[in-house]
Every structure is written in structure tokens, then in C-alpha cells.
């Protein structure tokens, strides 16, 4: 019973991963967008019953394990292409806040 969390920095093409992996595995897609605020998106992740792929920006370590928990994944996929290709995607369909959050994921995620 996969229950499969993608996680990224914004643009970095985690719906893209999700939709595709939805159809190919027939497994209900969640995710941010599609709930008014963050406790309705965390609530429904919580009582969802079955397998389901769940779609988050994580932007600390801590807040990656609460999804984790939130999510109970059983599997979890890191969307991290390169900042410069992240950035030029931002640019062609984001949004100035999107574009800040992009250096915000990253600062959080440097390998050290």
C-alpha cells in the first residue's frame, strides 16, 4: 500500500512527478493548491485512508518529518534539480513570492 510523499522546492516539478505517477499507478494525488489553508491540506492528508501521493514544499528538516508523520509515507521523493534550472522555471510561470521561496528551500537545503 504506497502511500508516497514528494517533496521539492516550488517549480522544481513535483506535480508534474505526481500527476504522472498518479495515472501510472492509479493512486489519488494530493496537494496544497487544492485545499483553502494549510490545516484543511493537513487534516485531509490525515484522514485519508489508503494509498495516496502527497505533494509539499518542505523547507527544514523538522518540517519534512512532520510530513512524513502527517502523511505516514511510506516512501518519500526529493524533486531537487539544479537552482539555476529551478529559478528559469520560476521566471517563465511563478510568481515573485514563488521565486523567494525557491532561495528559501534551497538556503535550508545546502549539502553541507
Not at 59 to 71: A, M
Amino acid at each position: 500500500m504506497p502511500r508516497i510523499l514528494i517533496y521539492g522546492a516550488p517549480a522544481s516539478g513535483k506535480s508534474t512527478r505526481g500527476e504522472y505517477l498518479s495515472k501510472s499507478l492509479n493512486i489519488p494525488l494530493m496537494y496544497r493548491e487544492q485545499y483553502p489553508t494549510d490545516r484543511d491540506f493537513i487534516t485531509a492528508v490525515k484522514e485519508v485512508v489508503g494509498d495516496v501521493i502527497v505533494i509539499r514544499c518542505c523547507f527544514s528538516n523538522q518540517e519534512l518529518r512532520d510530513w512524513k508523520r502527517f502523511s505516514r509515507a511510506t516512501q518519500t521523493i526529493c524533486v531537487q534539480p539544479p537552482l539555476k534550472q529551478v529559478k528559469l522555471q520560476a521566471l517563465n510561470r511563478g510568481t515573485p513570492e514563488q521565486y523567494a521561496a525557491i532561495d528559501r528551500w534551497f538556503a535550508g537545503h545546502r549539502k553541507r
